[in-house]
Structure formats: C-alpha cells, structure tokens
C-alpha cells in the first residue's frame, strides 16, 4: 500500500500542473500513468515507431473504444471496436500524455466562449450552457501557463483579441517560414487580420530544458531538446525534483475505492507485472482524457453509486465534445516560382504560425443569425515522408508502379510543398455524443471498455464550411494550386472534452465550479473532461490552465 | 447497407483502397458476423503464416520488386534500396500487420500460378517485358491489386524509413528525393518492433 496526501490518475496536461503546484507546497503527490516514462533522450525521429506503428499508444487488439456511428439508413447506431474502425482513440499513453505528441499551438478562450448561451441564445438539438467561471476567472492561469509551461509567441492587437493581464508572451516568436508573410500579404489584400500563432515551445533555453532546433518533426513526435511544453518536460521532471512527487509509470487504474464516508480511499491498480496494487491518499484527481476518466468513473460503481462514482443524476460521460470543422490545403509549385523564393519555401524546420480569427463570431446575413465562428490556422504537412509516399502511390483508384510511381514520386517531394489550414469551431454537446460502458467488449485487463456515441449537430458543419471558405480564399489569393478543402462530423479524435461538465447545478453539471464531483468530496477531475463547450480553438492551454486553478482550490482542502 | 454499396466496398478492401478494417467496418452494417467470417474466410483459406521467406520467395521477391520499384541510372531501385532486408524485417516485426504477413507471402504462389496460365513457364524464367505485363494483367485482379499494394507499401515504408531497418541502405532513399530526416535519428529498433524470443 502507497501512502500520498494527493493521488493523480493520469499524467497529461490535466494531471501535470496538479502534480506540480502540490509537490512544490510541499504535499506528497503519487501520479499513475498507466503508460512507460520515456525521457527525453528517449525521443527520436522515428517515423516508423511514431506514426507507422503507433508504439506510443496501446495495441488496439488489447485495448480499443467501442465507436457507434450512425447509421442514417436504419437511423440507428452501429457499434465497432475500435481495432475494426479505425481511427484510435488513443492520443499518447506515457508520463506527459498527449502533450508530448501535440504540436502546441497555444490559443486562449475567449471571454464569450464562457457564456456561449446567453451570447447566441439555444440551438435546438444542442445542449449549449454558460461556464460557471468567467474568463476573468481563468485569466491569471492561462498568464500562468505561459510563465511556467513557456509559451513562446507576439501578441498583435485584433478585434477578437481576448484581454492579457501582462503585455506580452514571456518567450519571443519561434522562426518563421517565408510562407508567413506571403499569407500575412494575402489575408491583409482581402481585409483580413492575420494573427501571428502562439507556441507551447520554447525559443530559448530554460532551466533544463533546451530551445527548439528546429527539427521540423514536431506534432506527433516527442520533443528531443525539451522546448516543447509536454507536461512532463515543463511540469513532472520539475514535481519530481522536489522530492514530494513520485510517478508510477506502467500502472492501470481500474477502480477508485470508496469508504463508509462517501470519500474516495483507494486507487487500485494493476502495475507493470499484472499485480494488483493500491495508493491511498486524502485527495483524488482524474485526468486520463476524456473518455477514460469516464470509463473509470463507471468502472469504480460501488452500493452507494450504482451507476458510477457520483453520477446519481446522469450526467457522467454526458455531452463530449471534440473540435468540429475540418481541413484543406493547397500547393506551392516550386519550379514555376523565382528560384530564391523556391528555395525558402522548401526550407524545413522554420514554422508556418499564422492563423485568422476575423470570425470567432460570425455576423454576415449570408450565413444568418449572428453565430459563434472559430479559429483558421495554417501550417505546412507534417514532414512524415512514409505517410507522403503511401499516398503518392494511388492515382485516383489506379494503382502507380514501376517508373511511374517513381516519377511521380520525386516530383511529389522536389517540386511541390503544401501548405494544409486547419478549421476550429464548436462541437455542439449534444445527446447524440456520449460516453458509457459497452456491455459486451473488453480489454486485456477484463474490464468493460468505453463506448462512444459520436453524434454531431449539423450547425457544426454549416459553421465549418463558411471558416473553410475563407481559408480557401486566402489560398486562392496566394495562387496555390489544387486548392482543396473539407467539413465532415468525424472527429478528431486528439481533441477530446467534455463528458464531465462542470457547473453549478448539480442535476445538470457532473462537477462543481471547481471541478470537483458535485457528490464526493475528495474526487476531482481535471483533464478537458469538465467543458461544457469547447470553444474553438485547440484544448490544451485551456487544460492547463483551469488544471492550476484547481490545484490551487484543492491546496486550500489539504 | 445495400447490396451496391456493400460490393463496392468489398471491391475497394480486396483492390487494397480500403484496409480490412475499414471493410470489416463497412460491411457489418450488412453481413452477420458469420458469414462476414465465411467471406473472409475465402479471401485468406489458402492464406499460411510462414514468417521467414525461404531462399527460393527471396529470389522470387527480389523479381517482383524489380518490376514494382526498378533501378534506374539516375535513381535507386529497390535492389540498391534492399528492399528485401526491409520485407525480412517486416515479416518478424510483432507489430505489423499479420493478414498483410500473410496475404504478401500468399501473392507469391498465385503470381505462379498467373504466370503458369499465361505464359506456361515460371515467373522467374519470364523475360523483363513478360514480367510487366503479368504485372499489368494482376493489377486488374482483386488479390493482384491488394498484394501489389502491400508490397509496394513495403517498398516505399523501407526506402524512407531510417537505415536501421534495413532498406534505405545509406540514406540513398532520402537523398534521392531531396529530403532531409529529422534529428537524432533512431540508433536502435524499439523492443516492441523486435521478434518474439
């Protein structure tokens, strides 16, 4: 038995800053990760282990979702594991999570993602609330994040901007590609306002941690100087150092015990050797990712919580969202370009960091009502030349080989370079997405694995395709070619929230304000599980920095 | 699911658009499990799990590869590549796929047979245009355009995979097509990629 004043179940960007602020007060915090602890040294550009194989996330034939889609012929849902459908669910399973893996583009809120209700009324279908906090609330943790974490950006004043409470980033802008420029000239010819991107990478050295170099193999890779602001690189080697933290790398919880008090007493897990283990502690927090923290919420049901761990109003797992919109591109030509400018382009490493957010709120009588809109950011494809060559090999359905293939392919990777946009918008929560135990399928460990519900409200789309328009223009501007773009209602599945709605009644929210289960007095949640919304931009500062508010409300209870 | 889109989707898994996943996927709006089952059933029965090649599949692989990537005076082929290291790797790799272990080392009997019915003679005896256009015969055929993907997957996995691997011998891969591989490159095949003791 393991004794801790706090037990963290799970080491991402929601466990991380917890671990952190209570180790650093001087609490003994216990992290279990049910994934290994690669160090940085451990971290190549290993295109094959990363991406090919997928060595960072479970075996889907061991461990998998069980995924309902819907089926519009039968308006029905169909259910298949994950090990079938394709894609994962899984996002990073190591100490740090999936933050070692994201690209760490850094976007706050802003102050109308927190009253999304009473800023654009209902939507029928949707299940859109107001936040219990505010962004004035959050304000001084996201600033938090950027001292502690490191973010590294330039802030330009824009009439979306949401307020700072310090001027500037703490780290200067990250090197840019010429592309930059080439769409801060295009947006600014169509009335635009390019934003320059902040980065959760660092473009200087600190303390331990190296400046980025630059690699150029960034998302979806682990970062092997430590600029990147993983929650273990930023957080947990920092926790650990003082002495109070310890991390149980290898270690699965499958149940968190309560008492004859209605407290949480006990983790249990299993450890690298299949032997059953517990950690004992004053204070829980769960942060496995959305849909796991759920999964094991429902897995810990005991007499007093028969339908999971303080869900007597049903509201555990309800209302996941993911980011709606969706992508595009378009290609630079190299050879028709003067050759200097050719030459730039094809330069790796240096990033894209541009995105436009003219219309977080949409209001055009074109689109109807005034709306909220989202978030456009550009970057170049990831570098993965595996993953370039696979698709080089298809013409339409028509199979190339031979010296064709071969001639294709080298045009492929000497005379083209595309540059990809993104689209962020709201995943309207809906009753149609959701997370609950699937009754039949199990993992290795013999526990019931999560299903998920993955309905979509078509606003997303209507929304998604207007960003995406303008995405488009701004290429077309630019005279890229095979200018292309799509909306669909998948989701990407490394953008997870919801599930555990935080708010102030407790017949409709699942935590409280400060994100502690409305029922349990010493059980938290802090990974993106408790947004009601999701604004529409990437999670992870947001992650971060409501993960240290709470830390500090939880430090108040020690 | 209907009957149209179901052979639709079952032609794009056996031409290799689709992977057996997302066919699985598709077609269990339809099929039952058994007889989803007995179809692929079919599709692998004379499938057999033989995870080393023997001297003779080396030969015969080295051919096929020839005709899929060939060398070229300005370019690498899948000869100077060593393709083949990389498909010996693949084959004893846990983590790769086993029906495509499987469905690479069953192509090479029915590109036998193929040769046999249309040439008479085996396929390493055919000459260089023979070969191409039994290649340009199989791609037509359900099996012949799922096995030459793989392969082909295969191909392209090891010429831009890291050296280590076993293709891609000296970077020759990379060079060729102006790319530069991210730092530090991997020194050692992680344990999960290593064979089975």
């Not at chain 1, 459908?85 to 899984?90: A, C, L, R």
């Given at each position: 038995m393991i004794e801790a004043d706090v037990c963290v179940v799970g080491s991402g960007a929601g466990g991380s800053p917890i671990a952190y602020e209570l180790s650093r007060k001087g609490y003994r915090v216990v992290v279990l990760e049910k994934g290994k602890w690669y160090k940085t040294s451990d971290f190549t550009k290993d295109e094959l282990a990363c991406c090919r194989r997928d060595l960072y996330t479970p075996n889907l034939n061991q461990e998998f979702h069980a995924i309902e889609d819907r089926d519009s012929r039968k308006d029905d849902w169909n259910t298949t594991p994950s090990y079938e459908?394709?894609?994962?669910?899984?996002n990073g399973n190591c100490v740090g999570g999936s933050s070692n893996f994201m690209s760490g583009y850094f976007h706050r809120l802003k102050p109308i993602d927190f009253r999304l209700l009473s800023e654009f009324g209902p939507i029928e279908g949707a299940n859109v609330v107001d936040w219990p906090i505010s962004y004035e609330d959050l304000e001084p943790y996201y600033t938090k994040v950027e001292r502690v974490v490191g973010i590294s950006g330039r802030v330009v004043p824009h009439h979306h901007a949401e307020p700072r409470?310090?001027?500037?980033?703490p780290l200067p802008a990250l090197r840019e590609n010429i592309v930059s420029s080439l769409i801060d000239d295009a947006g600014r010819s169509l009335g635009y306002s390019p934003l320059p991107v902040a980065r959760a990478i660092l473009s200087e050295p600190r303390g331990n941690r190296g400046a980025c170099y630059y690699s150029n193999f960034c998302g979806s890779y682990g970062c092997s100087s430590g600029a990147k602001g993983s929650g273990r690189a930023a957080l947990l080697d920092e926790a650990v150092r003082t002495g109070n933290c310890t991390i149980l790398p290898e270690s699965q919880v499958f149940q968190l015990e309560m008492d004859s008090n209605n407290q949480v007493s006990s983790a249990r897990f299993f450890d690298s050797h299949g032997n059953e283990k517990r950690v004992k502690a004053k204070q829980f927090v769960v942060a496995c990712q959305a849909i796991e923290s759920v999964r094991l919420l429902l897995l810990s049901a005991n007499h007093f919580h028969p339908d999971g761990i303080g869900n007597a109003h049903n509201?555990?797992?309800?209302?996941l969202v993911f980011s709606a919109g969706g992508a595009g591109g378009g290609d630079f030509f190299l050879d028709e370009l003067p050759k200097e400018l050719a030459q730039s382009l094809k330069?790796?490493?240096?990033?894209?960091n541009r995105s436009l957010q003219d219309w977080y709120t949409i209001d055009d009588s074109e689109f109807g009502q005034r709306a909220k809109g989202g978030t456009i950011d550009f970057l170049f494809e990831h570098a993965n030349p595996i993953r370039r060559a696979m698709r080089a090999k298809w013409n339409g359905s028509r199979l190339l080989w031979g010296n064709e293939l071969k001639q294709k392919l080298h045009k492929e990777f000497t005379e083209r370079r595309e540059l990809k946009f993104e689209v962020f918008n709201d995943w309207l929560p809906t009753d149609d997405c959701f997370v609950t135990l699937d009754k039949n399928l199990r993992d290795k460990w013999s526990k019931p694995v999560a299903k998920v519900r993955l309905g979509y409200h078509p606003h997303d789309l209507k929304v998604g395709r207007y960003l995406t328009k303008k995405a488009k223009s701004v290429l077309r501007k630019m005279k890229l070619h095979n200018i292309r773009g799509s909306v669909s209602g998948s989701p990407p599945p490394n953008l997870i929230a919801g599930g555990c709605r935080f708010g102030s009644d407790p017949l409709t929210s699942y935590l409280d304000s400060n994100c502690r289960?409305?029922?349990?007095?010493?059980l938290y949640v802090t990974d993106?599980?408790?947004?009601?919304t999701g604004g529409s931009v990437p999670y992870t500062w947001t992650i971060y920095a409501n993960s240290f508010r709470v830390a500090e409300k939880l430090s108040e209870r020690l | 699911m209907n009957s149209v889109t179901f052979s639709n989707s079952l032609n794009n898994f056996l031409s290799g658009k689709i992977s057996r996943r997302e066919f699985i996927r598709s077609s269990l709006a339809l099929a039952s499990i058994a007889s989803l089952g007995q179809l692929l059933g079919c599709v692998y029965q004379d499938a057999q799990v033989l995870p080393r090649l023997s001297p003779q599949q080396d030969e015969q692989m080295s051919a096929v590869f020839d005709v899929l990537f060939p060398s070229e005076q300005e370019s690498p082929g899948a000869r100077e590549l060593d393709t083949l290291a990389y498909l010996h790797f693949v084959m004893l790799d846990p983590t790769y796929d086993s029906s495509d272990k499987e469905l690479i080392q069953s192509g090479l009997e029915r590109l036998q047979e193929e040769s046999d019915k249309r040439f008479g003679k085996p396929f390493l005896t055919l000459r260089a245009e023979q070969r191409h256009l039994l290649f340009e015969h199989i791609q037509t055929l359900s099996w012949g355009k799922r096995w030459m993907t793989r392969l082909l997957n295969v191909a392209l996995e090891g010429m831009l995979a890291d050296p280590l691997y076993g293709s891609n011998r000296d970077g020759a891969g990379w060079r060729w097509l102006e790319f530069q591989p991210g730092v530090p490159r991997p020194t050692a095949i992680p344990t999960e990629m290593r064979p089975k003791a």
């Open positions: 459908s394709g894609p994962s669910f899984w409470s310090t001027p500037d980033y509201q555990l797992g309800k209302n330069e790796p490493g240096w990033f894209v289960v409305h029922e349990v007095d010493n993106g599980s408790f947004m009601p | -």
